[in-house]
Nanobody
Framework: QVQLVESGGGLVQPGGSLRLSCACS????????MRWYRQVPGKERELVAR????????NYADSVKGRFTISRDNAKNTVYLQMNSLRPEDTAVYYC??????????WGQGTQVTVSS
């Protein structure tokens, strides 16, 4: 059974930090590109960051570049998103996603991040 379980969301003040985790099971984690998306009500899901299967390559949305860092631990089947200098516009539900060309995509259930004073 495939599972992607996000954790680490919550309420944080502007300028603060959070670290999201996504623990994965039921598929060959080390073969998959992992991505973090976010979504606010009424808007399309936005790709925030991606990391290659080995962790050697990362990409970020312009809106988070320099503030967010994606990483992974293939021994623990877990992907992380370190979020620093958070802004109110970062408020969203954050989802992790597993992607491998030609294979089914997998999604987590999401974790809420709220940035507010």
């Amino acid at each position: 059974q495939v599972q992607l379980v996000e954790s680490g969301g919550g309420l944080v003040q502007p300028g603060g930090s959070l670290r999201l985790s996504c623990a994965c099971s039921g598929f060959t984690f080390s073969s998959y590109t992992m991505r973090w998306y976010r979504q606010v009500p009424g808007k399309e899901r936005e790709l925030v960051a991606r990391i290659s299967s080995t962790g050697s390559s990362t990409n970020y949305a312009d809106s988070v570049k320099g503030r967010f860092t994606i990483s992974r631990d293939n021994a623990k089947n877990t992907v992380y998103l370190q979020m620093n200098s958070l802004r109110p516009e970062d408020t969203a539900v954050y989802y992790c996603n597993a992607y491998w060309f030609g294979m089914p995509e997998y999604w987590g259930q999401g974790t809420q991040v709220t940035v507010s004073s």
